[in-house]
């Protein structure tokens, strides 16, 4: 089932800010929240719909993401709508309106109200892009690059305790990775600020990573080029991008390519264009030209009476789709050399033909004008 645009359910434009994104969800949370429309399912689903619209588009590395490649770039990062949703992102709102209905947003989405459980989330994706010759679109190539990404640290394996040490349960909320406060008849539930929701602490993180269990580190990689690849074509490396938390899985790289104008072809999809110059007798009398491709050279047959601008089509000699692997053509364009500094010979011929076709070189050429007086008029 197709996806609606995040957008569109919240009902705002693409540039809205935090500020709107939020007045937004907070309308529609309240309007369809199923204690205001018991055993409506129609609401339930509205309210879920918008509660995962705004946990991505309030989240500026998700909206970054959804904002570039859609739904199936925030797939990539692990988010899964609901079968993945983590309902901590709405722990200020859930203070308003959990309390306001008695029903918590975990109730909705099937967690626990008592801890809130940290799961090690999934490292980020990485974009690269990578500048190509036309030659490395049309036979395909590998790239070695360098890029700067997170690694779990080598000294804590990305536990980020010092080794021989372990966590200790948080005593500012015992545990539970929440703080409660009693407000005339409001119960509130906060995230634990000491410990982030875990229910527990460090007491003594890794000196090499200062307790972040990551590092900074330059990795070299050879990047495969498949033929066919296009300007602005989107090539996925599947785990290359950044390390997750200690047991998750790394993110991926996006490789972007950008592939550079050639001196004599321009590409359109999977055709080549190029234009080609011939003497006007050849285009006259008709000729054999060589036409140079990307393997071994052609030759292009011009018959006699060849106009200037005409365009011949050589099928088969273009590049290879990326998907389908069928090949484009290559389209010939041909433009027709009018000859200069002839000598005395060579105009007296040239006179003789006119002459022989009924031309004439001096003065005003009458047909000219009345086929234009008849286009005007």
């Known amino acids: 089932m197709t996806k609606r645009d995040y957008y569109e359910i919240l009902g705002i434009p693409r540039d809205a800010s935090s500020e709107s994104i939020k007045k937004s969800y907070r309308q529609m949370a309240l309007k369809y929240h199923p204690d205001r429309n018991p055993g409506d399912k129609a609401s339930e689903d509205k309210f879920k719909e918008a509660a995962e619209a705004y946990s991505v588009l309030i989240d500026p590395e998700k909206r970054s993401v959804y904002d570039r490649f859609g739904y199936d770039g925030l797939r990539g990062e692990g988010f899964s709508g609901f079968s993945g949703f983590n309902s901590s992102v709405f722990s200020d709102f859930e203070d308003i309106l959990g309390s306001f209905f008695n029903f918590g947003f975990e109730n909705i989405f099937g967690t626990s109200q008592q801890r809130r459980t940290n799961h090690p989330s999934r490292g980020r994706d990485l974009v690269l892009e990578l500048d190509l010759d036309l030659e490395d679109a049309v036979f395909g190539s590998e790239k070695e690059v360098k890029i700067n990404r997170t690694e779990l640290c080598p000294e804590c394996?990305?536990?980020?305790?010092?080794?021989?040490?372990?966590?200790?349960?948080?005593?500012?909320?015992?545990?539970?990775?929440?703080?409660?406060?009693?407000?005339?008849?409001?119960?509130?539930?906060?995230?634990?600020?000491?410990?982030?929701?875990?229910?527990?602490?460090?007491?003594?993180?890794?000196?090499?990573?200062?307790?972040?269990?990551?590092?900074?580190?330059?990795?070299?990689?050879?990047?495969?080029?498949?033929?066919?690849?296009?300007?602005?074509?989107?090539?996925?490396?599947?785990?290359e991008g950044e390390a997750g938390d200690q047991g998750a899985r790394r993110g991926d790289l996006y490789v972007i390519s950008h592939v550079k104008r050639h001196k004599f072809f321009e590409r359109e999809g999977n055709n080549l264009l190029c234009e080609i110059s011939i003497p006007f007798t050849k285009a006259a009398l008709g000729s054999t030209i060589e036409i140079p491709t990307f393997e071994e050279s052609e030759l292009l047959q011009i018959p006699e009476g060849t106009q200037?601008?005409?365009?011949?089509?050589?099928?088969?000699?273009?590049?290879?789709?990326?998907?389908?692997?069928?090949?484009?053509?290559?389209?010939?364009?041909?433009?027709?050399?009018?000859?200069?500094?002839?000598?005395?010979?060579?105009?007296?011929?040239?006179?003789?033909?006119?002459?022989?076709?009924?031309?004439?070189?001096?003065?005003?050429?009458?047909?000219?004008?009345?086929?234009?007086?008849?286009?005007?008029?």
């Open 157 to 239: 394996d990305g536990s980020r305790m010092s080794p021989g040490t372990e966590k200790s349960v948080c005593s500012h909320c015992q545990g539970r990775g929440q703080v409660r406060y009693q407000q005339g008849f409001f119960a509130i539930s906060r995230t634990c600020s000491h410990c982030q929701g875990s229910g527990e602490i460090i007491p003594f993180p890794c000196k090499d990573c200062r307790g972040t269990g990551k590092t900074k580190k330059k990795k070299k990689l050879t990047i495969k080029i498949p033929p066919g690849v296009d300007d602005g074509t989107k090539l996925r490396l599947e785990g």
């Open 308 to 377: 200037p601008g005409q365009t011949f089509r050589l099928k088969g000699k273009g590049i290879k789709d990326l998907y389908s692997h069928r090949k484009g053509d290559i389209y010939v364009k041909v433009l027709v050399k009018t000859p200069r500094n002839l000598n005395k010979e060579q105009k007296k011929i040239l006179r003789q033909f006119a002459e022989s076709k009924g031309e004439k070189l001096d003065g005003v050429d009458k047909n000219i004008i009345d086929k234009v007086k008849g286009i005007i008029h």
